[in-house]
């Protein structure tokens, strides 16, 4: 199994530029989730989806979107890159919200200037 | 405030050498979950707790939950450099769909 799959793995973007981060698993399961994680602050929420068109935000929505019109596939989209989105992005996926682990991508490292 | 603190931030510590991370949270645990991060790479799932009290092993990796100090403890024995990396504590957000919460995570340096 492939797990979740991230791409790019790494990307420099000029402000103002847009970019989709890809996300992609293939266990099948009906959680998925973005995360950012910058130095020394552990990573924070950004969206989240429990199926198929079906979104929510998390901790730090703003400057991001998602859609989710697959089981499979999670795009987080960038429209106006700012530096503060200067950061390591992580997509993890999971069965359910207890009892199980969530699997997690190995990263996008993404550098605004 | 910080839902989950984890002590100490960073450690250094002599290959052979047992150690100890901690992670505190400010609210109830429904669920504790440990990851382990290689500088660099993503995360990778160790172990995950659930009920006060229970231990789980993997490998020379002990983690613990104490469900009324609202506490997990990370025990490493034997200490090697493949243990080396960050470790993440996260807990579930009340039972909701909303993942995890995470702690800033523990700097392991393992010297030879």
């Known amino acids: 199994n492939a797990g979740v799959t991230q791409t790019p793995k790494f990307r420099i973007l000029k402000i103002g530029q847009s970019m989709t981060l890809q996300c992609t698993q293939d266990m099948n399961h009906n959680y998925m989730y973005w995360y950012r994680q910058d130095p020394g602050m552990g990573l924070k929420l950004i969206y989240y989806s429990v199926g198929a068109g079906i979104t929510d935000k998390g901790e730090v929505p703003n400057g991001y979107n998602v859609s989710r019109s697959t089981t499979e596939d999670f795009p987080l989209r960038l429209e106006l890159a700012a530096p503060s989105q200067t950061s390591v992005y992580f997509c993890?996926?999971?069965?359910?919200?207890?009892?199980?682990?969530?699997?997690f991508g190995s990263g996008t490292r993404l550098t605004v200037v | 405030s910080q839902e989950l603190e984890q002590s100490p931030q960073s450690l250094i510590v002599q290959e052979g050498k047992n150690l100890t991370i901690n992670c505190t949270s400010s609210k109830t645990l429904y669920g504790l979950y440990w990851y382990k991060q290689k500088y660099g790479e993503g995360l990778i799932f160790l172990m995950m707790?659930?009920?006060?009290?229970e231990e789980k092993s993997h490998e020379k990796i002990t983690a613990k939950l104490d469900e009324k100090k609202q506490q997990s403890s990370l025990h490493i024995t034997a200490s090697q450099p493949s243990h080396a990396g960050i470790y993440l504590c996260?807990?579930?957000?009340?039972?909701?769909?909303?993942?995890?919460?995470f702690g800033k995570g523990t700097h392991l340096i393992i010297q030879p």
């Open positions: 996260g807990r579930l957000s009340g039972g909701g769909a909303d993942g995890l919460t």
């Open positions: 993890a996926s999971s069965y359910g919200t207890t009892g199980n682990p969530y699997t």
């Open positions: 707790l659930q009920k006060g009290g």
